[in-house]
């Protein structure tokens, strides 16, 4: 972790090839980059590229065997806070967020986190699940959780946003607490 600016990472939970995921996070990313101090990274699941899920021995043993799982680790590590973007696919989150979480264990114990989820209802189901999970493996998370709506009109024809700042601006007092949120309990970790 870092005793300088505190790094703030953005999983991007969707990793289809046609998403709106990734045009979120970058717009989130900026949102955050002016709303705290925190230098902000994406983490994007569709780049990282993980397998399903390969390793011999279960990631609370504590002992990764693939270059892939050390390397998706030190980004963990190197994130004083993590936040979780997640769409809603058929009333919970998608496979490769979970494949993701699955890979390790010890990486997100106690680190400041918070939820992210958008659909056309704002993905209420796809939070509800990952908050579970989140919580079993013993995250620190946010009461803050935005749900962003996405409508029909946000859309372009070829299925992107047509501008996902104006779509992130209608939450941006949320997006803001979330910051806000996650850097205090950064401060607080270190001050422990
Ligand atoms: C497999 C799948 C299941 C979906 N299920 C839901 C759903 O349960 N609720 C919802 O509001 N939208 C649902 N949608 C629509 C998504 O909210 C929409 O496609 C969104 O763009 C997905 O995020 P992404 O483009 O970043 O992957 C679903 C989309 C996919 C691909």
Redesign the pocket.
Known sequence: MSETQPRISII?????P???????ADSIAEALTESTSADVRILDLREIDLPMLDEPLMAGMNQYANPHTLAWAAEIRASDAVIFLT??????Y?AALKNAIDYIFAEWQDRPSAIIS??????P??AKQLREVLEFIRMDLTDEQPQLV?QRED?TAD??LGDPDAVVARYADEITAVGTALEARIGALEAA
Not at 12 to 16: D, E, L
Not at 18 to 24: A, K
């Open positions: 991007v939970g969707s990793a289809r046609v998403r709106i995921g990734r045009q979120l769409p809603q696919y058929n009333a919970g998608p958008y659909g056309g209802h704002g993905g189901k796809a996405i859309y299925w992107h």
